[in-house]
């Protein structure tokens, strides 16, 4: 499972997971699993990532935020992970896309069975580490897929 923290605008209003265009997600969570999901129209990159036994979630169930830069995250109400997780016996590992949802997501689920993994953010405003090492950092999440 990939939890990332809130979706940003163009997300919530495409109604899609990592719908800005310069959201590097598709790309690096293709890089893991040796598909094009960029290439792919929405539907299609979901089922890849059911395929390759990937689910995507959210640490942030509700909260106030102007633009969307996790810094403005505001009055968040957490997701309850550990509720969620004990209905997935057959998780392995959850990995968190970007700093703030390593923040929220990863004290509710230390301490369980599973392997957690920070991972750099995809998002466009987290530009100060290269591509290339993003794709190293996510090629990881290989060792834990179906």
């Not at 940003?8 to 990592?18: F, I, K, M």
């Not at 957690?116 to 090492?133: F, G, K, T």
Request: aromatic share 6%; net charge neutral; proline share 5%.
């Amino acid at each position: 499972m990939i939890l990332g923290s809130l979706p940003g605008e163009a997300s919530l209003a495409a109604g899609r997971y990592y719908a800005h265009p310069q959201n590097r997600f598709w790309h690096l969570v293709g890089c893991a699993i040796g598909r094009d999901l960029a290439s792919l129209d929405y539907l299609d990159r979901l089922a890849a990532l059911q395929a390759a036994g990937i689910a995507l979630w959210d640490t942030v169930a509700s909260a106030q935020r102007d633009g969307s830069l996790d810094a403005a995250i505001r009055e968040a109400e957490h997701a309850p992970l550990r509720d969620l997780l004990a209905r997935l016996p057959a998780l392995q590992a959850v990995a968190f896309n970007g700093q703030k949802a390593s923040l929220i997501g990863k004290p509710q689920l230390e301490g369980t069975r599973l392997a957690l993994i920070d991972l750099p953010s995809s998002s466009p405003a987290y530009a100060a580490m290269p591509l290339r090492r993003k794709e190293t950092l996510w090629a990881r999440l290989a060792d834990f897929l179906t």
